[in-house]
């Protein structure tokens, strides 16, 4: 650095001294303001007459991260808005409530589970039976609602708030035979009994809607009850039986 030349900063009225404090202030000023020093930073050393404030350049950039997927950024005080959002997917269980047979029952259950699935393997109800899992048998013919419906093509979730019967519900789980089944015992509608169970409970839904059915009704309302053994005049017979109807 070259020295100021003396004689020049005399004529000029400027002590030397002053000049070097006026210099080296103004480099100060110079490397804070490059250097990007907060708002309102007072500098020390500085004469009254200098500015004491600087105003920063400096941006500062914020990024806030929420659970979700959305980002936010800010400036100047670091202060940054963002929107996120909660993370949603399938539904893989839930807990439901199945009143069956009158009674509550509260349980986790997989999305994907059918009614059967849960009445069978999870409640012991195994009058319900798996044929076809396709809805061509009915063998797993239950009521809900009191309308006869295949088990295996309804989720157990979306019964929950219904009325589900099965086959213990009718006969006080054995206690007290129903009608129907009284009547199967009596015509030998039965067959090999596998089907027996879901053909007694679309008899007991039809005489429920329709106490004294025609023919043509109950063969329209038993249609969908396959058995494998053939005994359809029996189980025609059974049903009329209780209705009262020939």
Wanted: charged residues 15%; contains cysteine.
């Amino acid at each position: 650095m070259t020295e100021p030349d003396d004689e020049l900063i005399e004529k000029k009225g400027v002590s030397r001294r002053n000049f070097m404090k006026g210099a080296v202030a103004g480099a100060v000023v110079g490397a804070v303001v490059v250097a990007g020093v907060e708002e309102g930073v007072r500098i020390p050393g500085l004469p009254k007459s200098a500015a004491t404030t600087v105003t920063s350049t400096k941006t500062v950039t914020t990024t806030v991260t929420g659970t979700g997927t959305g980002t936010g950024t800010g400036t100047g005080t670091g202060t940054g808005t963002g929107t996120s959002t909660t993370p949603t997917g399938p539904v893989t269980s839930k807990v439901v409530t199945l009143t069956v047979n009158g009674n509550p029952q509260t349980l986790l259950v997989q999305a994907n589970w059918s009614l059967l699935e849960v009445l069978r393997e999870k409640l012991n109800l195994f009058s319900v039976h798996d044929g076809c899992s396709l809805g061509e048998c009915g063998a797993c013919t239950i009521m809900m609602d009191g309308m006869g419906i295949n088990s295996c093509q309804i989720l157990a979730i979306e019964a929950e708030g219904h009325q589900i019967t099965t086959l213990e519900g009718i006969s006080d789980y054995g206690n007290n035979l129903d009608p129907v089944q009284k009547a199967f015992i009596a015509n030998q509608a039965e067959g090999c009994g596998y089907c027996t169970p879901g053909q007694i409970m679309q008899a007991r839904a039809l005489l429920n809607a329709i106490p004294k059915p025609t023919t043509a009704q109950i063969r329209t309302a038993m249609g969908g009850n396959l058995c494998i053994c053939g005994v359809y005049n029996r189980i025609l017979t059974a049903v009329a039986s209780v209705g009262g109807s020939s």
